[in-house]
């Protein structure tokens, strides 16, 4: 069973930056797509930033330009840099990863299999 395990969270003023980290182990397969995923009360999941086996990244619209995905050469790890954050990126974020080397739909949650247990990142204006 793979596990996902979230840092890096935390609460900064408008404008500042973050960088989340998501450590994974006991991967059983020789790819994987991995995403970020935020979710604010109330609301539902929605998807972040996604990086398939091949580097390939997809992002929401209402983060392009300002937040980065990446993972690490031996693609144990995969990071989420966070820059110029506003009010409306305060959630719970959470790493997903999927034994597929390439997603058909990368921001759906129901894409994927394995879940952290999520880090909370807040913005205060």
């Known amino acids: 069973q793979v596990q996902l395990v979230e840092s890096g969270g935390g609460s900064v003023q408008a404008g500042g930056s973050l960088r989340l980290s998501c450590a994974a182990s006991?991967?059983?397969?020789?790819?994987?797509?991995m995403g970020w995923f935020r979710q604010a009360p109330g609301k539902e999941r929605e998807g972040v930033a996604a990086?398939?086996?091949?580097?390939?990244?997809s992002y929401a619209d209402s983060v392009k330009g300002r937040f980065t995905i990446s993972q690490d050469n031996g693609k144990k790890s995969a990071y989420l840099q966070m820059n110029s954050l506003k009010p409306e990126d305060t959630a719970m974020y959470y790493c997903?990863?999927?034994?597929?080397?390439?997603?058909?739909?990368?921001?759906?949650?129901?894409?994927?299999?394995?879940w952290g247990q999520g880090t909370q990142v807040t913005v205060s204006s």
């Open positions: 006991r991967y059983t397969s020789s790819s994987y797509s």
């Open positions: 997903a990863a999927d034994a597929a080397r390439r997603l058909r739909k990368p921001l759906n949650r129901y894409e994927y299999n394995y």
């Open positions: 990086i398939d086996d091949d580097g390939s990244t």
